[in-house]
């Protein structure tokens, strides 16, 4: 490849961080380039996958270096110690990777809640309880040996680097710690590496991990057996247990990812693939462009009472039917029965186009409340067009909060379980049976990694935000392939949710006109703040073949472009 290429695709990245600065502003154009395209959470992971595609490497290569790069430099989400999908476009071939933690062998339907019943305050988030046994050690790993194309020690080695060399702490990080310093100095071993001297890391200043460095290294020549059996799983188990955790060496060596059937559909003139459960994200998108394909949504007046009204309805409709959903082997409905034609049909035509339905008559549960949280998602094309839309969590902000020295943050999944019937979760989401807690159970996801196409143009996007995710992801890709915006303008427009409890349309400030509002709460609609927002990462061919990638500028997040050879 040409020397130059690394300039310009870095300034690419830059720039987008610079366009994160001016949230909510005029959209910037979407970072633009010839060679492939990696849109991350963070600038550092960005250009670890450009990297890698300027190497030779493909997007499955790239995908897997970023993700890595992720669990050092952005510990709030990236991780070993948590788990995440794969969606993925190799030639014509498309296969989704579920990696997603299970529950321990010895959890429990009750584990959280107290003898009468009610939940233990902080029990399914808070601590090793909370964890499940993490799948990003064996899923990465598993992506690349069917998949990638170059040998698995330079895929890893851009993040030991980062470990063992240092990485800058950015305000982002350094922000993230202060905002959660109480509960991470919960844990010694947490608050020796990220409070040090009692407080975050100075922003600017050099974080090196070096015992996680040495975990890398190991990784990279022994694959997941050096996490998941010897001395780092003994350790992630020593650390759990002494703090009330019930993770044992068998689960960690037990977990084995699933390669699954994508969930396809076509909408508005894209075919799409998506990920089936143990997540409801590809299900809900499935559902909510099949409906508003059905009600004619693109013929509405962009930004009218009746356009936002059916995208709430739709998701509504779809945050129902997600009350059925679970590990596949637990789960009450198939997409193959949610997604039947005739089913769409019949729920389009009973739509009510001129009210609000009423969610509690829909299914009679409890209300909600909120808290951030941290995800990651990770778009990447490759020169051929192969495609990764990848999104990986912790569950909460630093998951559980604890630390595993030379491992990384423990996950908090087990709270996406049904953890008490009828109370919400960490996201509001009341959940249903389906989701009840049995050893080995995968939990129910929101997260929604799709890949989106129509001939040679390819759409990857997919986002954090917890139950917002299916949300934010489908409004920024309706907004880009069925509205036409410019792909910055499509992740930078303002955004409305609903997911049936709470019974409201939430709304980040200025997505509605007041006369829009007016007409809405006019249908009965509730019309309330939004509590915190998705962030959305998109990576795209154009027909004319460039390529581009978005960050969302509520991140900040980095998109980047690489040059041709
Ligand atoms: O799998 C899920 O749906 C959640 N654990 C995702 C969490 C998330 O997106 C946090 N980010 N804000």
């Not at 990696?99 to 339907?109: H, I, K, L, S």
Request: proline content about 7%; aromatic content about 6%.
């Amino acid at each position: 490849m040409k020397t130059s290429s690394r300039g310009r695709c870095c300034r690419a990245a830059i720039a987008l961080v610079f366009l994160a600065a001016a949230a909510h502003a005029a959209s910037f154009p979407a970072a633009r380039g010839a060679g492939g395209a990696v849109a991350t959470a963070e600038v550092d992971a960005t250009a670890a996958g450009l990297e890698i595609l300027r190497a030779g490497g493909n997007a499955v290569d790239a995908v897997i270096a970023s993700a890595l790069a992720l669990a050092v430099v952005h510990p709030q989400a990236g991780n070993l110690g948590g788990g995440g999908f794969a969606v993925v476009r190799m030639g014509n071939e498309l296969v989704t990777l579920d990696f997603r933690e299970v529950a321990p062998a010895a959890a429990g339907r009750d584990m959280y809640l107290d003898a009468s019943g009610e939940r233990r305050p902080d029990a399914s988030t808070l601590g090793p309880l909370a964890a499940g046994v993490p799948g990003t050690p064996t899923g990465l790993h598993l992506l690349h040996a069917r998949l990638g194309s170059l040998p698995w020690r330079d895929v890893v080695e851009p993040a030991r680097t980062l470990a063992g060399d240092g990485f800058r702490v950015t305000r982002r990080l350094h922000e993230s710690i202060d905002n959660r310093s109480d509960l991470l100095a919960t844990f010694p071993e947490t608050a020796k590496v990220w409070l040090p001297n009692g407080a975050p890391p100075p922003i600017g200043s050099t974080k090196r991990l070096p015992l996680l460095a040495d975990t890398l290294a190991a990784y990279a020549v022994d694959g997941p057996a050096a996490l998941t059996r010897g001395p780092v799983a003994e350790r992630v188990v020593a650390v759990s247990r002494r703090h009330g955790g019930i993770l044992t060496a068998e689960d960690l060596a037990a977990y084995r990812p699933e390669w699954r059937r994508p969930i396809r559909f076509e909408a508005f003139g894209w075919r799409f693939a998506s990920m089936d459960q143990p997540s409801s994200g590809g299900i809900i998108l499935a559902q909510v462009f099949g409906l508003l394909e059905r009600l004619g949504w693109a013929e509405l007046e962009p930004g009218g009472a009746d356009w936002f009204h059916l995208v709430a309805e739709a998701w509504r409709q779809a945050f129902v039917d997600r009350l059925l959903l679970g590990d596949p082997s637990s789960s009450d409905a198939s997409a193959a029965e949610l997604l039947a034609p005739a089913r769409l049909d019949r729920l389009a035509r009973e739509l009510p186009r001129d009210r609000a339905r009423e969610s509690r008559s829909m299914v009679a549960l409890g209300a909600p409340p909120a808290e951030s949280a941290e995800t990651t998602h990770l778009s990447v094309i490759d020169r051929d067009g192969n495609a990764v839309a990848l999104t990986t969590t912790l569950n909460g902000s630093f998951g559980s909060k604890l630390w595993v020295p030379g491992f990384g943050f423990l996950n908090n999944e087990m709270d996406d379980f049904t953890t008490a019937p009828g109370r919400p979760n960490l996201y509001g989401l009341v959940q249903g049976e389906a989701n009840t807690i049995a050893p080995g159970r995968r939990m129910l996801s929101s997260m929604s990694p799709t890949i989106a196409w129509r001939g040679d143009e390819r759409f990857v996007f997919g986002g954090q935000g917890g139950s917002k995710i299916p949300t934010a992801s489908s409004w920024v890709a309706l907004g880009a392939l069925v509205d036409g915006l410019p792909l910055q303008a499509a992740v930078d427009r303002p955004r409305i949710h609903h997911q049936w409890l709470p019974d409201a349309i939430q709304t980040e400030s200025d997505s509605l006109s007041p006369e829009t509002r007016a007409a809405l709460v006019a249908r009965g609609h509730a019309v309330v703040p939004v509590d915190f927002t998705a962030k959305v990462c998109v990576a795209r061919r154009l027909a004319s073949g460039l390529f581009e990638a978005a960050g969302d500028p509520r991140g900040p997040d980095a998109g980047g472009v690489v040059d041709p050879q």
